[in-house]
C-alpha cells in the first residue's frame, strides 16, 4: 500500500514549470541586452559614404574606424564616435577617393569587433546571467512557499496501514470491553454487505473516552489493523490554527481523502481541541475552532449510506464536547476505556517486559500490585525507565532492584542523592515522615505503609507510601478522613517535636492535597455535615469561565462549603496530633531508623511500630 498518499508524486510538474519560467525571464534578459548592444551604434549619425569621404578630406575628422565594411567617424575636436557609415564593398576607402593624409585611418580586424562584443558580452552579460539566475531562484522559492502557503489548507492526516506499524488487539492488553465493542466496528469494516442486507445502518462515529494514556490510539489503531484497512489519523490539535478558515478546509481535505480509500478509519485524536461546547466561549467566541467542528458534522452528515468511512475519535474529556456531536448519526457510540485494573496492569506490564531480557526473580505481580492508579502509558514508562537504568548499571538483565528504582522515579521523580541536607533538616524529615507512617499505621481505616524515606525526590523532602491493599473504585467518609488526617500527620509530627511555630514549608505539599480533597468531599461528593448528599458540582474549565457562568451555587452556600471544608482540616489535624501524642515512643524509634537507614520498607516499619495504638478520642466509631 502507499505508505504516504497525502503527498501523491505531484512533486515533479511544478518544478518543471518553475524551470520554464526561469529559462524564459532569463531568454527575455538577454535578448533586450543583445538588442540594447546592435542597437547602440545607430546613436551614431549614419552618413553616406560620399559625404563621409567629402568631409573627411575637408579635414573635419579626425579618425576613421574600419571595422569590416563599416566606418566609425570621429569627428574632430570630439572624444567619441559620433558619425557611421559604411565603405563600398568594391572599393577601398582610397579608391573612394579618401586622402589618407587628412584623417588617421584604423582599421581593425573583423574579428576584434567579434571579441570586442565577446568581451563585452562577458563583461556584462555575467552580472544579468547572475541576476537572472537569483531571480530564477527567488522564483523557485518563492513559488516553493506559494505551495507551502498552498497545502495550508490541506490535512496533515497520516495514513498507517503498512504492515510495519500494523497493531492488532492481541497488542492491547487487557481492556476487555472496549475490545468487544471495537470488534462490532471491526465487523462493519470487514463485511460491510453482512449489515446492508438487513437493513442496518453502519455507525458513522465511535467516542472513546478515558483518561490519558489507557490506550485510545493504540486501540483506534488496533481496529485499522484487526479491519485490514487504512487509517488517517489527525489531531484535534492540529486544527488550531491561526488563520481561520484552515481548520474547516483541513477537515474538507481529510474526509475527500478518507472517502477515495474507503473502507477506512479516520481517527481524530483529541476531538475536545475542537469539540468544545459552542457558544461558552468568551470575548467573541472561537471562530476558527467552531468552523472546524462545524465542517466536521458537515462532513460526517455529508456520508451517503454504504460510503464506509467510519470516525473514530479520542478525548479525555467527554463532558465538554459539543451536544452536536453526540447526536444520532455523529458519534452516537461511545466506547469507555478505563485505567487498568491489577489483572490489566500485569498483562500491560508483561507486554512491556515481554522484549526485554528479565531476570528471573523479577516479581511483575508484584509491581502491578503497587501500580494502583497507573495508566498504560505509565506503565510503559516504567518498563523502559527500568531498560535504561539497568543499562546504566551495566547489568546483563533487568534486576529487581531496577524495576523498584524505576517504579519510584516514575511515581515521584528520581531519586536526588546528592542534594545535602543539613543534619538538623535531616531530623526534621525523619519527624514528618514518621508522622505520617504512624499515623497511616494506627487509623484503621487508611492504607497499609508499604515503605518510608527520607531521601529527596522530586520536590518532596520524603516520601511515606501508602499502598491499597486491593484496588477499590468507592471510598467511604471514614476512609477519606483517615486519608486526611495521615496526610496532616507529617506538619502535625513536626508540630510536636518543635512547637506550634517552628514548623516548616515541608509540609506545603501535603497541606495542598488535604485542602483538594477535603472540598472534593464536600463540594463533590456530598460528604459534607451540613451539606450532606448534596452537590456543587462546578464544571472544570477556564478560570474565568467557571468564575462567569458556572458556578451553580450562591453566596451563602459557599460560604458553608468553605466552614465545612475548614472544619474536615481541622478535625483530621487534631486526630493526627491525638495519634502522634499517644505513640511518641514508636515515632522516635523510626525517626532513629530513617536517620540510620534513610529508607525503611515495610517489614521492618510494622516491626517499629509494634505496640501503637488509636487512642479513644481519634476513633470515629
Ligand atoms: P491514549 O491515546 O489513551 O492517551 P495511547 O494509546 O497513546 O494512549 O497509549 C500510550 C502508550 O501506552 C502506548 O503506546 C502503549 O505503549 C502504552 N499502553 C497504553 N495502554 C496499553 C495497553 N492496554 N496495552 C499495552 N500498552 C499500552
Ligand atoms: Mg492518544
Ligand atoms: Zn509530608
Not at 514549470?17 to 541586452?33: E, R
Request: hydrophobic letters at 40%.
Amino acid at each position: 500500500m502507499n505508505a504516504n498518499p497525502t503527498k501523491p508524486s505531484k512533486h515533479g510538474a511544478p518544478s518543471r514549470n518553475n524551470k520554464n519560467w526561469g529559462w524564459a525571464i532569463l531568454a527575455i534578459f538577454a535578448a533586450i541586452f543583445v538588442a540594447g548592444f546592435f542597437v547602440q551604434p545607430s546613436q551614431l549619425k549614419e552618413k553616406p559614404i560620399s559625404e563621409v569621404i567629402k568631409a573627411a578630406n575637408e579635414g573635419k575628422y579626425s579618425k576613421i574606424e574600419v571595422h569590416g565594411q563599416e566606418l566609425i567617424i570621429t569627428e574632430k575636436g570630439k572624444k567619441d564616435p559620433t558619425i557611421k557609415s559604411r565603405q563600398e564593398e568594391k572599393a577601398t576607402l582610397k579608391e573612394s577617393g579618401l586622402n589618407p593624409s587628412k584623417v588617421q585611418v584604423e582599421v581593425k580586424p573583423t574579428s576584434s569587433t567579434t571579441s570586442n562584443i565577446l568581451g563585452f558580452a562577458l563583461t556584462s552579460l555575467f552580472p544579468i546571467i547572475l541576476i537572472g539566475g537569483l531571480l530564477f531562484w527567488m522564483m523557485r522559492s518563492a513559488q516553493g512557499q506559494g505551495n507551502q502557503a498552498l497545502s495550508f489548507g490541506k490535512s496533515r492526516a497520516r495514513l498507517y496501514g503498512n504492515e510495519k506499524d500494523k497493531v492488532v488487539f492481541s497488542d492491547v492488553a487487557g481492556q476487555a470491553e472496549a475490545k468487544q465493542d471495537l470488534q462490532e466496528v471491526v465487523e462493519f469494516l470487514k463485511f460491510p454487505k453482512k449489515f446492508d442486507k438487513l437493513g442496518a445502518r453502519i455507525p458513522k462515529g465511535v467516542l472513546l473516552v478515558g483518561p490519558p494514556g489507557t490506550g485510545k490510539t493504540m486501540l483506534a489503531r488496533a481496529v485499522a489493523g484487526e479491519a485490514g484497512v487504512p487509517f488517517f489519523s489527525i489531531s484535534g490539535s492540529e486544527f488550531v490554527e491561526m488563520f481561520v478558515g484552515v481548520g474547516a478546509s483541513r477537515v474538507r481535505d481529510l474526509f475527500a481523502k478518507a472517502k477515495k480509500n474507503a473502507p477506512c478509519i479516520i481517527f481524530v485524536d483529541e476531538i475536545d481541541a475542537v469539540g468544545r461546547r459552542r457558544g461558552s466561549g468568551m470575548g467573541g467566541g472561537h471562530d476558527e475552532r467552531e468552523q472546524t467542528l462545524n465542517q466536521i458534522l458537515v462532513e460526517m452528515d455529508g456520508f451517503e449510506q454504504g460510503q464506509n468511512v467510519i470516525v473514530l475519535a479520542a478525548t479525555n474529556r467527554a463532558d465538554v464536547l459539543d451536544p452536536a456531536l453526540l447526536r444520532p448519526g455523529r458519534f452516537d457510540r461511545r466506547v469507555g476505556i478505563g485505567l487498568p485494573d491489577r489483572p490489566d496492569r500485569e498483562a500491560i506490564l508483561r507486554i512491556h517486559f515481554q522484549k526485554k531480557p528479565v531476570a528471573k526473580d523479577v516479581d511483575i505481580d508484584a509491581l502491578a500490585a503497587k501500580t494502583a492508579g497507573s495508566s498504560g502509558a505509565d506503565l510503559a514508562n516504567i518498563a523502559n525507565e527500568a531498560a535504561i537504568i539497568a543499562a546504566r548499571r551495566n547489568h546483563a538483565e533487568i534486576t529487581q532492584e531496577d524495576i523498584t528504582e524505576a517504579f519510584e522515579r516514575v511515581a515521584i521523580g528520581p531519586e536526588r542523592k546528592s542534594k545535602v541536607m543539613n543534619e538538623h533538616e535531616k531530623e526534621l524529615t525523619a519527624y514528618h515522615e514518621a508522622g505520617h507512617a504512624i499515623v497511616g499505621h494506627v487509623l484503621p481505616d487508611s492504607d497499609v505503609v508499604h515503605k518510608v524515606t527520607i531521601i529527596p525526590r522530586g520536590g518532596t523532602g520524603g516520601v511515606t507510601w501508602f499502598i491499597p491493599p486491593e484496588d477499590k473504585s468507592y471510598h467511604s467518609i471514614v476512609e477519606y478522613k483517615d486519608v486526611l488526617a495521615r496526610m496532616l500527620g507529617g506538619r502535625i509530627a513536626e508540630e510536636v517535636k518543635y512547637g506550634r511555630d517552628r514548623v516548616t514549608t515541608g509540609a506545603g505539599n501535603d497541606l495542598q492535597k488535604a485542602a483538594e480533597l477535603a472540598r472534593e468531599m464536600v463540594a463533590n461528593q456530598g460528604m459534607g455535615t451540613k451539606l450532606r448528599d448534596q452537590v456543587f458540582h462546578s464544571e472544570e474549565g477556564m478560570m474565568m469561565e467557571r468564575m462567569m457562568h458556572d458556578r451553580q451555587y450562591s453566596e451563602e452556600t459557599a460560604k458553608v462549603i468553605d466552614q465545612e471544608v475548614e472544619s474536615l482540616i481541622s478535625e483530621a489535624a487534631e486526630r493526627a496530633r491525638v495519634v502522634i501524642k499517644a505513640n511518641l515512643a514508636q515515632l522516635e524509634k523510626l525517626k532513629d531508623a530513617l536517620l540510620e537507614k534513610e529508607t525503611v520498607e515495610a517489614a521492618e516499619v510494622l516491626q517499629l511500630l509494634d505496640g501503637t495504638h488509636l487512642p479513644k478520642t481519634a476513633a470515629l466509631y
